[in-house]
């Protein structure tokens, strides 16, 4: 196989997939094959180079889809909503809730939240898609103080920001935020469908009340390198009158 073809295959499928929606659906390396007249291997190698270059996002079992990775911009001076976030990027969000409890919260949630290790919270673990491709994974926790009951608010409205503003009568704002490339525990990885020892972003996040500046949620997300550019903002707090 001269590298060149597949290069060359690859460079005009990236042309069309320019013109297609974020979520398309493509074809397989069999229809590349055919209409380039290649060898299976050669359409193998075109579509390993669209992936590199994160155009394109196989998922198992479903087939090949056109990727656009957004920039997910972090900023004080933004909502910390992930739904308007994503839609501000110019994408459709969708939120999954995997899981709701009550639970002890962890010394080290505890310590972020400012409540004592143990204090009664509720745990919220949500998949996250982007124009219907899967994004990310999250834990956030709430302590009951701030909400009672999120269980059947959850399954209502997706955005934990508008469920704080509207039941719980707070203003969210970003007060601390830390984003690392790491190594997903084996929960991550199957909730993310991705590989084994395949780094990830991973948003360590704050939220306090504008007025009172209680800690409100503190979370944990997960997110796929292929599927979103997380950008920092360094630009102060959040004001509601910039709105």
Request: hydrophobic content about 40%; glycine content about 6%.
């Amino acid at each position: 196989m001269v590298r060149s073809r597949y290069v060359e295959i690859a460079d005009t499928l990236a042309a069309e997939l320019a013109e297609l929606p974020a979520g398309s659906r493509i074809a397989g390396e069999h229809e590349i094959a055919a209409r380039f007249e290649v060898g299976r291997a050669a359409a193998r190698a075109a579509m390993q180079e669209l992936e590199q270059r994160l155009l394109v996002r196989r998922v198992r079992g479903a087939g090949t889809f056109v990727n656009r990775r957004i920039d997910y911009v972090i900023s004080q001076r933004r909502i910390p909503s992930w739904h308007q976030t994503v839609r501000e990027a110019g994408a459709v969000p969708r939120s999954v809730v995997r899981d709701v409890r009550r639970e002890p919260l962890p010394e080290a949630e505890a310590a972020r939240l400012e409540r004592p290790a143990g204090s009664p919270a509720s745990l919220l673990i949500r998949q996250y898609y982007v124009d219907d491709l899967l994004h990310g994974w999250s834990n956030e926790w709430i302590p009951l103080d701030v909400l009672a009951d999120i269980n059947i608010a959850v399954h209502a409205i997706e955005s934990v920001d508008s469920i704080l503003r509207q039941m719980s009568k707070v203003q969210p704002v970003r007060a601390w935020c830390r984003v690392s490339y790491t190594l997903p525990g084996p929960e991550v990885v199957t909730g993310l469908e991705t590989e084994s020892g395949r780094p990830v972003w991973l948003v360590e996040s704050v939220s306090r009340d504008a007025a009172t500046g209680m800690p409100v949620l503190c979370s944990r997300s997960w997110s796929r390198p292929d599927s979103a550019r997380i950008v920092v903002e360094m630009d102060g707090p959040y004001q509601p009158e910039d709105e």
